[in-house]
């Protein structure tokens, strides 16, 4: 199984920060790498594909980028809506495996 | 708009099986840019993958479930269901269905709300 490593585990943030987290794989995945947002008690929102292509609807302070085996998913002025936690998952091969999420909170 | 709505008992007592059915909207289930999947999401814990199915019944299962886990679709009623046997209270979790893209990278989307399966006696 491909292991997916996020880090930190968790941060806190203010309003306005930038805001970087970082998911590493346990093999190359050649960008096949996607990146979700869970708000608590929310489903899952898929933010970006193939490492870097911004799902349609999500706002451009969101970004994406990496290759190999390591990954960072940015947000560029954190927004309130923004704090939630996130997942990264490889796309690379089954069993389709996800980090074990970043939670993003308000300092 | 493709929607994913979940259903099925909320209880399971231990050693029987969990069973759902996914109930897609807004789109038939015999696309052939996708296939159909579950994951799971144990309260305040990660997400895990269970396993996919595309329409015509290949399936793909997670290889830490495979032996329990039974994924069937059904074109017709545009659904898909999960049977997880042998469950214990480590099964208990929010079961998502979700849409899988069929080529790299294999992105999930969009999730069904998620129900919640509890096992206990």
């Known amino acids: 199984d491909i292991q997916m490593t996020q880090s930190p585990s968790s941060l806190s943030a203010s309003v306005g920060d930038r805001v970087t987290i970082t998911c590493r794989a346990s093999?190359?995945?050649?960008?096949?790498l996607n990146w979700y947002q869970q708000k608590p008690g929310k489903v899952p929102k898929l933010l970006i594909h193939a490492a870097s292509s911004l799902q349609s609807g999500v706002p451009s302070r969101f970004s994406g980028s990496g290759s190999g085996t390591e990954y960072t998913l940015t947000i560029s002025t954190l927004q309130p809506e923004d704090f939630a936690t996130y997942y990264c998952?490889?796309?690379?091969?089954?069993?389709?495996?996800f980090g074990q999420g970043t939670k993003v909170d308000i300092k | 708009q493709l929607q994913l709505q979940e259903s099925g008992p909320g209880l399971v007592k231990p050693s029987e099986t969990l069973s759902l059915t996914c109930t897609v909207s807004g789109d038939s289930i015999s696309s052939s840019s996708y296939y159909w999947g579950w994951i799971r999401q144990p309260p305040g814990k990660g997400l895990e993958w269970i396993g996919t199915?595309?329409?015509?019944?290949?399936?793909y299962y997670n290889p830490s479930l495979k032996s329990r886990v039974t994924i069937s679709v059904d074109t017709s009623k545009n659904h898909f269901s999960l049977k997880l046997s042998s469950v214990t209270a480590a099964d208990t979790a929010t079961y998502y269905c979700?849409?899988?893209?069929?080529?790299?990278?294999?992105?999930?989307?969009?999730w069904g709300q998620g129900t919640l399966v509890t096992v206990s006696s």
């Open positions: 093999q190359d995945i050649r960008t096949h």
């Open positions: 199915i595309y329409y015509r019944g290949s399936t």
């Open positions: 998952q490889q796309g690379e091969g089954t069993p389709w495996t």
């Open positions: 979700a849409r899988r893209y069929i080529a790299p990278p294999n992105w999930f989307d969009p």
